[in-house]
């Protein structure tokens, strides 16, 4: 059964920093790409970053670039999100997600598998 756990959610002011945890059990770690995703209340579901498959290539979304950094401990089966210089926009539950996605297609959230339970992050003006 795979299971993914998020943890690091949390309140701060804006331009603060948080550091939100994925770690995965149940599936091989290393032949699935694993990616972050938002959703603000009453918005839709947005990409913010992703390791690809091999886990060598990173992806970013524009909103986030810069700022945010994502980071993978293979021996831990475990993938980070440092989230630096945060601004009220960035207020949203944050999902860790794995999926053996198409390389190109590592912001689509449709093409992931598995999605755990999300965790809150709040931002402060």
């Known amino acids: 059964q795979v299971q993914l756990a998020e943890s690091g959610g949390g309140l701060v002011q804006a331009g603060g920093s948080l550091t939100l945890s994925c770690a995965a059990s149940g599936l091989t770690f290393t032949s699935y790409a694993m990616g972050w995703f938002r959703q603000a209340p009453g918005k839709e579901r947005e990409f913010v970053s992703a390791?690809?498959?091999?886990?060598?290539?990173?992806y970013y979304a524009d909103s986030v670039k810069g700022r945010f950094a994502i980071s993978r401990d293979n021996a831990k089966n475990t993938v980070y999100l440092q989230m630096n210089s945060l601004k009220p926009e960035d207020t949203a539950v944050y999902y860790c997600?794995?999926?053996?996605?198409?390389?190109?297609?590592?912001?689509?959230?449709?093409?992931?598998?598995?999605w755990g339970q999300g965790t809150q992050v709040t931002v402060s003006s």
């Open positions: 390791f690809s498959r091999t886990g060598l290539r990173t």
């Open positions: 997600a794995a999926g053996r996605v198409v390389a190109g297609r590592e912001g689509q959230a449709s093409d992931y598998n598995y």
